[in-house]
């Protein structure tokens, strides 16, 4: 990052460079001999007096005018500058401030007004593209800056999001083999094989920005299979998966919380009760629907439970554009339904 001295020292050395060419060249062009003189020195000298005068007055028609968009007062300005300043400048160099300063020497204003005014067009007509070249540069700096900022603030919140995310798995399952402990279940054993894989997956991709597919796939089903186990009528959990998902990938841990809220406020205390995934992938897209029987009287709200707002931010933030995601409740049942895009927007409904 360029510091405030850095970019004065620029400001100062561009600007010496800029004039050191200029000298070198008018100096050169000035001399009529082979070997350049003292006095093609002074007069050269004398002729930048009006157009640095020219050019410092430009560059606060630019800063005044031109940058906060009046053009037609800085059209106006320029003119001014070339057409009555510069020239009237360069009358005064030679014929007061020449005899004045350099006494020794005789000079006069050799260039006509409309010479004049040329030349110094020339000139300003030059710092004018230096002007937007540099503009130019600055504003693609400026828009890699933010563009670089933009990328931490969303690597940033992924992570937060997802560090959210995954102790909310942990604390449910946990309290799960805690129960079967306490009944001295033999499922205990088996749960905590299942969980030890689960988190391992949870740990691998947890700093990943994508997976493949087939393996957040795996991790569902070792998900549901651990929730089967705890209730004693597995066969009201179901869960499908249809299509390739091979080549494929996606964030981690995204689908998860869709399918963790059929657990959370899910009823499966009857034999009409049920937890239904369904999963399908084909070469464009991904559909994930999830259903369950609520318990009585409670109320799923998409907007306020802290898991489905992390995972739609997640969305806006990784797919923006190419996810759709509802759902609908009736009677004593929850849906939800997630749409996601692999390669193109998802179209407006």
């Not at 405030?4 to 001999?33: G, T």
């Not at 400048?89 to 020497?105: H, I, P, Q």
């Not at 010479?115 to 000139?123: A, L, P, S």
Request: one cysteine or more; a neutral charge; hydrophobic letters at 40%.
């Amino acid at each position: 990052m360029i510091t405030s001295n850095q970019n004065l020292f620029l400001i100062i050395a561009r600007n010496l460079v800029f004039w050191a060419i200029s000298f070198i060249v008018l100096v050169h062009l000035f001399s009529y001999q082979d070997e350049i003189n003292r006095v093609d020195l002074v007069y050269t000298l004398l002729f930048h007096v009006p157009l640095v005068l020219g050019l410092v007055l430009h560059k606060l028609a630019l800063h005044s005018s031109f940058n906060q968009g009046r053009y037609g007062v800085y059209a106006f300005q320029v003119l001014i500058i070339a057409s009555l300043l510069i020239p009237q400048a360069y009358f005064l160099t030679f014929n007061v401030l020449a005899e004045w300063v350099f006494s020794g020497f005789y000079f006069v204003a050799v260039y006509s007004w409309l010479e004049m005014t040329g030349i110094g067009g020339v000139y300003l007509s030059v710092t004018f593209l230096f002007h937007i070249a540099f503009s130019w540069y600055r504003q693609q700096e400026e828009i890699k800056k933010v563009g670089e900022l933009k990328e931490q603030k969303k690597t940033a919140e992924l992570q937060a999001l997802r560090a959210q995310i995954n102790p909310h798995f942990l604390f449910n399952t946990l309290n799960t083999i805690y129960g079967e402990t306490l009944r001295k279940s033999e499922k205990a054993p088996s749960l905590i094989l299942q969980l030890s894989e689960i988190l391992r997956y949870v740990v691998d991709t947890s700093q990943e920005e994508e997976v493949p597919l087939k393996d957040e796939l795996t991790y569902i089903q070792n998900y549901v299979k651990l929730q089967q186990e705890r209730f004693n009528r597995p066969d009201q959990i179901s869960l499908n998966i249809d299509g390739d998902p091979e080549k494929r990938k996606i964030a981690p841990l995204l689908l998860i919380t869709f399918i963790e809220n059929c657990f959370k406020h899910g009823r499966l205390t009857r034999e009409s009760d049920f937890i239904r995934i369904s999963i399908s992938v084909n070469s464009k897209s991904l559909e994930l629907t999830t259903s369950n029987t609520c318990k009585t009287g409670h109320e799923i709200s998409t907007t306020n439970s802290t898991g489905l707002a992390n995972t739609r931010k997640r969305l806006e933030l990784r797919y923006k554009g190419r996810y759709q995601m509802s759902s609908a409740r009736d009677g004593d049942s929850y849906q939800s339904t997630l749409i996601l895009s692999f390669n193109h927007a998802m179209p407006d409904h």
